[in-house]
């Protein structure tokens, strides 16, 4: 298996707070991307990043940030969290290229009451 | 802006039946598509990587396709055991961003 670790695996958390979940590599890949699935909308891609500082948005990146520090971790912020981010994250890690697979964690189940 | 969608979103077999799981992309630029396996409050686990110059990849029962110009994967599964029984999803890497774009899923029941 893939060294990929998320952390938290379980939240919860008031409205209006702060949040980071972690996401660990040990694998020295390129990309790590952060999602977020739900019922009825599959997983979407929150922001990616394709190296050490360097990050992008996906399709649902409001009440988000990230920041990549350096190559082994991913985190993902919600600056002030609301209920509709109760959610399950995953995080992913890929290497670059035309044939590499894409590898999850876990997952991080977050609560916002 | 690339749209994954599998279909069906639901399916029920008995066992021992072959099935196909069906994905479809509408742009075809992409580097490859990826079959995972869900299981109900788990992670994703990959299964079959088809590079986009590639047209099929088989390990062990299962048997995925690609054609990129229709836009269009399947994911054969032969004699189907209730083991199997999980969420089937596919994603394509899309080229130059290498952004992974996810359908939603087929969640598959094999029946004993």
């Known amino acids: 298996d893939a060294g990929i670790t998320q952390s938290p695996r379980h939240k919860v958390t008031e409205t209006g707070t702060p949040v980071t979940l972690r996401c660990h590599q040990t694998?020295?890949?390129?990309?790590m991307y952060w999602y977020r699935q739900d019922p009825g909308h599959g997983l979407r891609l929150i922001h990616y990043?394709?190296?050490?500082?360097?990050?992008d948005k996906g399709e649902v990146s409001d009440g988000y940030s990230v920041s990549r520090s350096k190559t082994e971790d991913f985190l993902l912020t919600l600056e002030s969290a609301t209920s509709s981010q109760t959610s399950v994250y995953f995080c992913?890690?890929?290497?670059?290229?035309?044939?590499?697979?894409?590898?999850f964690g876990q997952g991080t189940r977050l609560t916002v009451v | 802006k690339q749209e994954v969608t599998q279909i069906p979103a639901a399916l029920s077999v008995p066992e021992g039946e072959n099935l196909v799981l069906n994905c479809s992309f509408t742009?075809?630029?992409?580097?490859?598509l990826q079959w995972f396996r869900q299981d109900p409050g788990k992670g994703l686990t990959s299964l079959l990587l088809?590079?986009?110059?590639?047209r099929e990849q088989t390990s062990g029962r299962l048997n995925a396709s690609l054609d990129k110009s229709s836009g269009r994967s399947t994911l054969y599964i032969a004699a189907s055991q209730p083991g199997d029984s999980a969420t089937y999803l596919c994603?394509?890497?899309?080229?130059?961003?290498?952004?992974?774009?996810f359908g939603k899923g087929t969640k598959l029941t094999v029946n004993p």
């Open positions: 742009d075809s630029a992409i580097y490859n």
């Open positions: 992913a890690i890929r290497d670059k290229g035309m044939n590499t697979e894409a590898f």
């Open positions: 994603a394509v890497c899309q080229g130059g961003s290498e952004k992974l774009v």
């Open positions: 990043s394709y190296g050490v500082k360097d990050t």
């Open positions: 088809i590079q986009s110059s590639q």
């Open positions: 694998e020295n890949h390129r990309y």
